[in-house]
């Protein structure tokens, strides 16, 4: 048996192999049961128009952000429009911590939901997604692929 097995359970094929896994399995070994997290797919998706927002000209609180700082402002406001806000704390060192969901631990529709809400913040805004466009992740008429 390898260390490591991962079964996305469509049918009862796989989940006949993963119930053999869990018979197979030796003492001590941990299993998981959760949602399918975000697709690679998606993942690139919203990267990719994070980067093309931290090459536009679009500025928030005065200046210009990173891709890492877009994604978060993102995905804070993403979290505030669908009702499940953070929370922002005091740091250890008396500053601000906004604490918030990770994408990388986002469901599917999620992610999905995340995306589209990144999308019209963009077309509000006038953002143009080249790198979007040139992953794919948007046909040329800027509608997602």
């Not at 919203?46 to 877009?70: Q, V």
């Not at 918030?100 to 143009?128: H, P, Q, W």
Request: hydrophobic share 40%; aromatic share 6%; glycine share 8%.
């Amino acid at each position: 048996m390898t260390d490591k097995q991962t079964f996305i359970l469509r049918d009862e094929r796989i989940v006949g192999n993963a119930l053999a896994a869990v018979r197979m399995a030796p003492p001590d070994y941990v299993v998981t049961i959760a949602p399918k997290t975000r697709s690679n797919d998606q993942n690139a998706k919203f990267h990719a128009i994070c980067h093309d927002l931290a090459h536009s000209n679009l500025t928030f609180a005065g200046k210009r952000r990173s891709l890492e700082e877009w994604k978060a402002l993102l995905i804070s406001g993403h979290a505030v429009a669908t009702g499940t806000a953070g929370e922002v704390v005091p740091g250890l060192e008396g500053e601000f911590v906004a604490i918030r969901e990770s994408s990388a631990k986002m469901g599917v529709a999620r992610a999905a939901s995340l995306i589209t809400y990144t999308l019209a913040f963009c077309d509000t805004n006038g953002v143009e997604l080249t790198e979007t466009t040139k992953g794919g992740f948007l046909d040329l008429q800027g509608r997602a692929a």
